[in-house]
């Protein structure tokens, strides 16, 4: 399994980015897949996920501004990011998990299997 992020990058307060990212190496349309991202100094957080059919979940801090979204065409995952706070500031990670949904504690990142290697996104 591999999976690469690509799409960070540094934007002012209340700008927008998205986030991409290509997986390879598994069935990648019967995955849960998610983002996660983390802070200097902080834990990794849950930021959103994306079951095998489609259905998502997504962290109460970005809810109504971040999208989750997948190809599974492309074998891609994507997350677009609108409205974005300093706070948003980390280092957002791809991840995969080998089953069809992600369940009720999908922000918990020692659940996931499978993670990339991350992309930087700085909100000034």
């Known amino acids: 399994v591999q999976l690469v992020e690509s799409g960070g990058g540094s934007v002012q307060a209340g700008g927008s980015l998205r986030l991409s990212c290509a997986a390879s190496?598994?069935?990648?349309?019967?995955?849960?897949m998610g983002w996660f991202r983390q802070a200097p100094g902080k834990e990794r957080e849950g930021v959103a996920a994306?079951?095998?059919?489609?259905?998502?979940s997504y962290a109460d801090s970005v809810k109504g501004r971040f999208t989750i979204s997948k190809d599974n065409a492309k074998n891609t995952l994507y997350l677009q990011m609108n409205s974005l706070k300093p706070e948003d500031t980390a280092m957002y990670y791809c991840?995969?998990?080998?089953?069809?949904?992600?369940?009720?504690?999908?922000?918990?990142?020692?659940?996931?299997?499978?993670w990339g290697q991350g992309t930087q996104v700085t909100v000034s």
């Open positions: 190496g598994y069935t990648y349309s019967s995955y849960c």
């Open positions: 991840a995969a998990r080998d089953r069809e949904t992600c369940g009720a504690t999908w922000y918990a990142f020692s659940r996931w299997a499978y």
């Open positions: 994306i079951d095998s059919d489609g259905s998502t």
